[in-house]
């Protein structure tokens, strides 16, 4: 058995994962990263894995090993969590404050690198030893598997493919830069074209289904209103997909992964959204149809993926 845990802004999630990849236990408990120290939510951690292993019957040692899977910038050799904007930490040297209590063989990766080796050993790219997993999000987070390991670089920072500059000179991003792919295609950038467009266009039947509230239009309200054949909502979906796809097509371009997996809450449109991103990508990549382009599918595993990616880092 190991033990995955998946670290959010909101709450962390501990999972028993077992040989088939299967989560046979959970448990979620509050992050609190804005009251406690960093030691304390690790310390909250390491408590919930006991607890979980304990309701289970098992003992620390029966255990292979745990994975973390935490937002932000972390060095997975070191064990230490560099950078997470989300949670607030800076240097906190998770590893080493987990083994403390836990003395079993410990792993330390970025959120959306678990969750793409999760797809990769037990969902959407499961027959597959090379994909791209990019989380729609907040930002864009990039999760990269080559022959069936993550992808980082050998340096601090790499494979940051929501920093990729899709609009050169646009709008500033968190980063510093200006014109980066999250800041047009993460679920927040589209939920700001929506509202924008919605107060715009006041008979958009955005406004109607958010009850007049633009601060309540979100990613479902958006192709809800496309789908019932609203102009306003069609402006925005178009532009999204547009720059969606230029990302999507850079990525093709440079890794040639087997295949592109979506996760994130705009996933949720599941074909209706890869059918058209795929055509509009086919038409990006390099080399045409000469060149094999990757198949846009979106996530299996959902919310289960960090989880189960943590839990078979090695
Ligand atoms: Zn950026």
Redesign the pocket.
Known sequence: MRVGVDIGGMSIKIGLVDDSKKIVAKKVIPTQSDVLPAEGVVANIADAIITLLEENNLAVEQCESIGVACPGTVDGRTGVVLYSNNIRWEDVPMLDILREKLPVPMFLANDADAAALAEVIAGAAKDKENAVLLTLGTGVGGGVIINGKIFTGPLRGGC?L??MVIRHGGKP?????RG?F??YASATALMELARETAVAHPESLMNTMADGDVCKIDGRIVFDAEKAGDKAAKLVVEQYEEDLSVGIANVINMFRPEVIILGGGVSAQEKYLTDALQEKVNGMCYGGFICEVAPIVTSELKNDAGIIGAAYLS
């Open positions: 940051e929501g920093h991003c968190t980063c510093g830069r980066c999250e800041v």
